[in-house]
């Protein structure tokens, strides 16, 4: 039995208002802008030192020249190994890194306020005075390289990889990570050349949030940075964004994957485009989050993944809209056909009122919380002043949230999703997806984990003919050097999908997700031998009542060929 | 200087209800913001070992309705007030929180007293978030490289089944539940006698009591679980295993060792030597391997916190022309210079001001805050440790690390497993 009172959700407490106070603003005569936010909350200050130039600016010649930058600045000074200043930085129980993303470079800091004077004087000592010694420069190159090659085994890197390459053509923003050719013919002189352009106070702006008297503080960046010499703001000259006029799809073909990762994505907008504040609605409506259409539907409708989402991706000089999911394997195609019908429903139907009001009432509540530490407050401040937002951004954002009308959601909609000529990239088992997805693209490609381009016509053979009917008790000759090993198959079929046992002389495994795809048996059993798990993978041809094929097995180096009969 | 620093301390205020419902309350009134952390005492260490994942599959369970909330609707109570919300599964326990703006508070105490009490375990709700689980298992697990080593060395590290199985648990299992399996687990261990409440953030003290009164107070206790037996023998279970990781790139290994329960000087002293050898650029393994003999690409370590036996990890993705035999002599080396001389004065500064920045940055946050003194109540039955415990972790000598390290970390009594890449196609 249940109270009244536990029937319906309970209405609010009064609310308390909240609001972020301006922070103080100025410039110094050679251009840098200071920002300083006063918070005695807690003995703590958060730094950044943000310049307005990324891995999109890097020359030409010269890929990943600004992500090298950054990681060599706190390598080695006139003043300091690699060594010490991470142990003059760690000593204090701080941290100070310097990072590049596509259109900004960032020396961050964080310290007890105590530090502050040993912070400031580690900042300019990066910013200043790096040396880029050639053996960290070397040790750079190489742990970069092999971090790509690693990179590569992951199938969020490979999609993206993909995804960025359609979407941006020429444009900087499809290269989602320097080649490793690139990076092994980085110089130190271009570096020191690089750091000496680009590192100028008229391109800066330092931001500090924390435990800090305003004037006092402004003083020291002052007597520090107050000498740092401007130079030229170099303009960029970007290529132009590819236009798209029919959907296609691109596979990464990774063999054996569990899953398939799925995005589908088109251009959007930049960050300060007038129609984000819409767009960022309709999206929370239609994927950004756990309570969204999207992720109810393929998650808690289907249980298709763990997780189904959409997001927009808004640059400084554009951006992208993307809906993703990691699905398994065997409904990529029924999740295609979900997410194309919440993509269309969206574009065709007016967000209804409560939806949209749920989606902004998330919005505007959410934002205090990210206020509430200093690096959420710094990051949302950085935001402001680097994407060339509004003064009064998070002063005004929770009611330009609020002023969101369902027309406007409906025009952003339609105006930003197209679902008719988006890019589809799925990295997952290519012979089980080419099958599944093929129906919703007009041109279909495949590249191999390595990004080359393999030929579209080696897939989907084996689904040209009729599933093979498996089923029953197969006696195997295995060759195991040159000894004929007899090894029983008891197999059940039930549509594509086989189950049963294999039985050698040393033991029996279970044969389970077997696959039969036209003549072709694909099985994996596993078996105890000798109190260690055995893992064999079967494949096999079947023709009739016979069977040709290989076994493999981590503990026999190559595989195994075997012929073998039904038995009657 | 910091060993001068003084905490500023969190004003906590404990109480019981009648039906043993832990509740803690913690006001902050700096953003109007509140969060609500409601911590089980139930993790994968109290699952029957035909029964694995159990205490994992619930935690999705619970975002399945209850009498007076429908099916996912948990999820979007929280959104559209403008919240956040998680739950979570470790070996310790399994925990569900929220941060909303301030005034929200009952809408919060609300949600999460509804499940407490009538949580809707029906056939339908098992069946999809067991399908629901087996997507997170191939995501997080399956279709990872080196997805399944932690899971793996737990194995070997510990011999007791309580400690040594997965949480994410087996397939097999969950597939064997029924409804009944699930409805009397529910009525064991999620009784409010078996949690903790946690308030923090802008609330009044008054009226935070009464609506935890209101909601909560008239659920009824259990009888308390069963007794539960995490010791473990000193030795580890097994020292060496091989594992073929279709996904993985690169052979990579990982090291671990079984070392004391949380909070005693044994487990602050080897979490602190830790720190000193993986955490950070200025750290004796990173120095050693990532720069000074540049063998790896990757290095990480970190110490899994238990009630009971836990243990500390160290591993590596070595570049691939590197011999493994020799990067395991150098930690072996590192770790046994630690143990013979001990940290110098430099790390022991270093480590009492990570200590103290830590703290402090973690306690700017109200769902952090909650977090930290849900799990100080749950374990340890207090949780002012909020405000004492940095002083119990700074006041671990040089000397203690030194004589710790040599008696835990060695190479006879340590799990080792290499794992090797496997062929995909």
């Given at each position: 039995m249940t109270e009244d009172f536990r029937k319906t959700p309970p209405g609010s407490l009064d609310p308390i208002p909240f609001s972020i106070a301006a922070p103080f603003r100025t410039t110094l005569p050679n251009g840098l802008k200071i920002i300083v936010f006063e918070d005695k909350r807690f003995p703590l200050i958060s730094y950044r030192l943000a310049f307005g130039f990324g891995d999109a600016n890097d020359p030409d010649d010269a890929g990943g020249l600004t992500s090298a930058l950054t990681s060599m600045l706190s390598e080695g000074t006139e003043s300091y190994s690699s060594r010490q200043l991470a142990e003059q930085i760690e000593r204090l129980g701080a941290s100070v890194s310097a990072s590049s993303s596509d259109d900004f470079t960032i020396v961050s800091a964080s310290a007890l306020s105590l530090y502050n004077a040993d912070i400031l004087r580690l900042i300019s000592e990066i910013v200043f005075r790096p040396t880029f010694p050639e053996d960290e420069l070397s040790l750079y190159r190489r742990n970069t390289v092999e971090n790509l090659k690693f990179q590569r085994s992951q199938p969020n890197f490979l999609a993206n990889e993909q995804t960025a390459r359609l979407l941006y053509g020429q444009h900087p923003y499809a290269k989602v990570s320097p080649s490793a050719e690139e990076v092994e013919k980085l110089e130190r002189q271009r570096l020191t050349d690089f750091h000496r352009e680009k590192l100028i106070p008229n391109n800066a702006t330092f931001i500090v949030v924390g435990d800090v008297d305003t004037s006092e503080l402004v003083k020291e960046i002052e007597a520090s940075f107050g000498d740092w010499q401007p130079g030229e703001v170099a303009a960029a000259d970007f290529a132009s964004l590819p236009e798209r006029s029919a959907r296609t799809l691109t596979i990464v073909d990774r063999p054996g994957s569990a899953q398939s990762n799925i995005v589908l994505a088109n251009l959007a907008i930049e960050r300060n485009h007038p129609d984000y504040f819409s767009l960022l609605v309709m999206n929370q409506v239609l994927g950004a989050g756990a309570s969204s259409r999207i992720f109810m539907n393929l998650r808690e409708e289907k249980g298709y993944t763990y997780g189904a989402y959409s997001r927009l991706d808004t640059r400084k000089r554009a951006g992208d809209f993307e809906a993703t999911a990691e699905v398994r394997t065997t409904v990529t195609g029924e999740s295609l056909k979900e997410f194309f019908y919440e993509l269309n429903r969206i574009r065709d139907d007016t967000a209804l009122e409560q939806e949209l009001m749920d989606a902004k009432n998330f919005l505007t509540g959410v934002f205090p919380i990210r206020a509430e530490t200093q690096e959420g407050l710094i990051n949302l401040i950085v935001s402001q002043q680097l994407y060339g937002l509004p003064e009064d951004y998070l002063q005004t954002y929770r009611d330009k949230i609020s002023a969101v009308t369902p027309k406007e959601v409906q025009r952003v909609a339609k105006q930003y999703i197209h679902p008719e000529s988006l890019a589809m990239v799925i990295v997952g088992d290519a012979e089980e997806i080419l099958p599944q997805a093929r129906e919703y693209a007009a041109e279909v490609e495949i590249f191999d984990t390595d990004g080359k381009p393999r030929d579209v016509s080696?897939?989907?053979?084996?689904?040209?003919?009729?599933?093979?009917?498996v089923s029953g008790k197969w006696s195997l000759k295995v060759d195991f050097q040159g000894q004929q090993l007899p090894v029983s198959l008891v197999l059940t079929q039930d549509g594509d999908t086989v189950s049963g046992k294999l039985e050698t002389m040393l033991g029996d495994g279970e044969i389970a997700d077997g696959k039969v795809r036209g003549s072709k048996l694909s099985a994996v059993a596993r078996a105890e031998m000798q109190g260690q798990e055995v893992k064999f993978a079967i494949t096999g041809t079947v023709e009739g009542d016979s069977m040709t094929g290989t076994l493999s097995a981590p503990i026999v180096p190559d595989a195994l060929p075997f012929t073998g009969t039904r038995e009657g | 200087m910091s060993e001068n620093f003084k905490l500023t301390p969190l004003k906590i205020e404990e109480y019981t209800l009648a039906n043993g419902l832990r509740v803690v309350l913690n006001q902050d009134n700096a953003v109007p913001v509140v969060a609500i952390a409601v911590y089980y005492n139930v993790g994968s260490r109290n699952e029957r070992e035909d029964r694995t994942g159990f205490a994992h599959l619930f935690e999705h369970m619970m975002f399945q309705g209850s009498d007076n909330v429908k099916k996912a609707e948990h999820f979007q109570f929280i959104?559209?007030?403008?919240?956040t919300m998680n739950g979570t599964t470790s070996s310790e326990r399994t925990n569900y929180f929220e941060t909303l703006p301030a005034s929200q508070l009952p809408l919060a105490l609300w949600l999460e007293s509804d499940r407490m009490r009538s949580l809707a375990v029906t056939q339908e709700n098992l069946d999809n978030q067991r399908e629901a689980v087996k997507e997170e298992k191939r995501l997080r697990y399956d279709n990872q490289p080196y997805g399944q080593i932690f899971d793996l060395i737990n194995e070997m590290i510990y011999k007791n089944f309580a400690n040594s199985h997965s949480t994410i648990g087996s397939m097999e299992h969950l597939d064997a539940a029924s409804v009944e399996d699930i409805q009397e687990f529910f009525r064991i261990y999620y009784a409010p006698n078996n949690a903790v409440l946690v308030i923090s953030g802008a609330v009044d003290i008054e009226t935070a009591k009464g609506l935890v009164e209101t909601y909560f107070g008239d659920i009824p206790s259990q009888?308390?679980?069963?007794?539960?037996?995490?010791?473990?023998?000193?030795?580890?279970?097994?020292?060496?295993?091989?594992?073929?990781?279709?996904?993985a790139p690169f052979p990579a290994f990982l090291m671990g060792w079984k070392i004391p329960k949380r909070r005693t000087p044994e487990f602050n002293a080897l979490y602190l030597a830790g720190k000193l050898l993986y955490d950070g650029e200025s750290s004796r393994l990173y120095q050693k391997l990532v720069k000074g003999e540049e063998s790896v690409i990757q290095l990480f370590g970190f110490t899994d916190e238990r009630r009971g036996p836990s243990s500390i990890f160290v591993g590596a993705i070595p570049k691939p022309d590197k011999d493994l035999s020799k990067i395991r002599e150098t930690i072996t080396a590192e770790i046994k210079d630690l143990a013979e001389n001990?940290?110098?004065?430099?790390?022991?500064q270093k480590l009492h001001n990570?200590?103290?920045n830590d703290t402090v940055r973690t306690r700017q946050s109200s769902i952090a805050r909650a977090q930290n003194i849900a799990e100080y109540a749950l374990y340890d039955g207090n949780p002012e440790l909020i405000n004492t415990d940095l002083d119990e972790l700074l006041a671990v000598t040089p000397d203690q690390i030194k004589t710790t390290v040599d008696e835990y970390l060695n190479n006879e009594n340590r799990a080792l497993l290499d794992v090797k890449p496997g062929s995909s196609s």
């Open positions: 080696d897939y989907g053979k084996a689904d040209t003919g009729e599933t093979a009917d | 959104m559209k007030a403008g919240g009888p308390l679980p069963p007794e539960l037996d995490v010791t473990e023998p000193r030795e580890v279970a097994s020292t060496y295993r091989e594992w073929e990781d279709p996904l001990g940290p110098t004065a430099g790390e022991m990570q200590l103290i």
